[in-house]
């Protein structure tokens, strides 16, 4: 059974750092991209930033230069270090996890993962 869960979430203030963890179980971790995708009342789930098999990651352009995605194959964990955290990086956080055949290029693109986490709360306020 593909289990995704995530920990790590919370309240910040703004300008602060969280790191959200991925903890992963039931397929075989190194044939899969893992993303993270957040959503809001009014947004629709947005990627944020993901990393391929091969550890190459993409990022939204709002949190590109500040969040840094990453993987531990060894423990099958994937990572989502976010800095200079601003009001709108508010949301439910989802980790994601797609098959590399089937995402692709997609690497963004919700429909693409098959296996998706509970989701976790950050809010970023003062």
């Known amino acids: 059974q593909v289990q995704l869960a995530e920990t790590g979430g919370g309240l910040v203030q703004p300008g602060g750092s969280l790191t959200l963890s991925c903890a992963a179980s039931?397929?075989?971790?190194?044939?899969?991209?893992i993303a993270w995708f957040r959503q809001t009342p009014v947004q629709e789930r947005e990627g944020v930033a993901a990393?391929?098999?091969?550890?190459?990651?993409t990022y939204a352009v709002s949190v590109e230069g500040r969040f840094n995605v990453s993987r531990d194959g060894s423990i099958k964990r994937a990572y989502l270090q976010m800095n200079n955290l601003k009001p709108a990086d508010s949301g439910l956080y989802f980790c994601?996890?797609?098959?590399?055949?089937?995402?692709?290029?997609?690497?963004?693109?919700?429909?693409?993962?098959?296996?998706w986490g509970q989701g976790i709360q950050v809010t970023v306020s003062s």
């Open positions: 990393v391929d098999v091969d550890g190459s990651t």
């Open positions: 039931g397929f075989d971790f190194d044939d899969y991209d």
């Open positions: 994601a996890a797609g098959a590399t055949w089937e995402v692709r290029g997609a690497k963004l693109t919700a429909h693409f993962y098959r296996n």
